[in-house]
């Protein structure tokens, strides 16, 4: 069985789509649909960048997840693979949703770049931060994050792999928790590039405004199942994608355990769809003897067609 992986926030770059755009007329046509639905030019973004534009939340999410469809597109109209079910990385979730059916493109890219701007606004910068923390067991990091919070947040956002995930939550107890961790034997602690604190409390405001804009938009019959970040489990039920999308934005992405649920339901072939090749290199630790593929660019079509 087949699983398509769609890339969260942290993939994008300047050039991003830009080749499956210039080859295939499926590919333009869904950057054409993301610059009609935006009202300004998101394709030139991805092309062409600036880094430092493409890097602001509310640009990011609607391009890496314009760039994924795109490869989508291009991958269902020159291959017969036909995937059991679908997943995403946080924002990767709509990419799923889009893939599924559930979604329509052009709602998903109006959301998400709502969805950006209500996580960016939800903490002023430099109020909340995030932080990597590798080859910590699970029980030591809970007691990092007790011991740093000091009456503030810090808390796991993402459980990428074993001993490898990334906590979330005001600077000072994510700072507090690097230092601590390393204590701790951390084989690695350190802060990500990122302007706001994901996948924590602290977004729950942000929850509470998307949620406004999903009840306007319609969630259609799904093709196949999406495993979601929340519940690391199967859902085909239209009337349940709003709710799970919403507490999505403050709960932490369970990415080891979807991978491992995907495993259990027998699925051997992974393909990666979008920029970057970080799912499939999560994959590749956690889904042993699967088969493991990207979609980025035409390279990676050809192998994979071939």
Request: hydrophobic share 45%.
């Amino acid at each position: 069985m087949i699983a398509y992986l769609f890339p969260g926030q942290g993939s994008q770059h300047a050039g991003m789509g830009k080749e499956l755009a210039d080859n295939f007329a499926v590919a333009r046509q869904v950057f054409e649909e993301a610059n009609d639905a935006l009202g300004f030019d998101l394709a030139a973004l991805c092309f062409n960048g600036p880094e430092e534009d493409l890097k602001l939340t509310a640009n990011t999410q609607p391009a890496i997840l314009t760039t994924s469809v795109a490869a989508l597109r291009v991958l269902s109209a020159e291959t017969d693979l036909v995937p059991s079910f679908a997943a995403g990385h946080s924002l990767g979730e709509y990419s799923a949703l889009v893939c599924a059916g559930g979604l329509d493109f052009a709602d998903a890219v109006r959301v998400v770049r709502q969805r950006g701007t209500f996580m960016q606004e939800a903490v002023p910068v430099g109020t909340g931060s995030m932080a990597a923390i590798l080859g910590l067991g699970l029980d030591d990091l809970a007691v990092v994050c007790s011991e740093a919070a000091q009456g503030q947040v810090v808390a796991p956002a993402n459980f990428n792999s074993d001993g490898q995930v990334v906590i979330a939550g005001h600077t000072e107890a994510v700072d507090r928790a690097i230092v601590l961790a390393k204590e701790k034997g951390a084989k690695r602690a350190m802060p990500l590039p990122v302007s706001a604190p994901f996948h924590c409390s602290l977004m729950i405001p942000a929850g509470e405004r998307l949620a406004t804009v999903l009840n306007g938009i319609d969630v259609g019959a799904m093709t196949l199942p999406v495993i979601t970040n929340v519940e690391a489990a199967p859902n085909q039920d239209s009337a349940r994608v709003r709710e799970l999308l919403v507490k999505q934005v403050s709960a932490p992405v369970r990415w080891q355990e979807t991978i491992s649920s995907m495993v259990e339901l027998g699925v051997d072939r992974y393909v990666e769809i979008g920029p970057g090749k970080v799912l499939s290199g999560l994959a590749k630790r956690m889904a042993k003897g699967s088969t493991i593929q990207n979609v980025q660019n035409v390279a990676d079509l050809s192998a994979l067609a071939g």
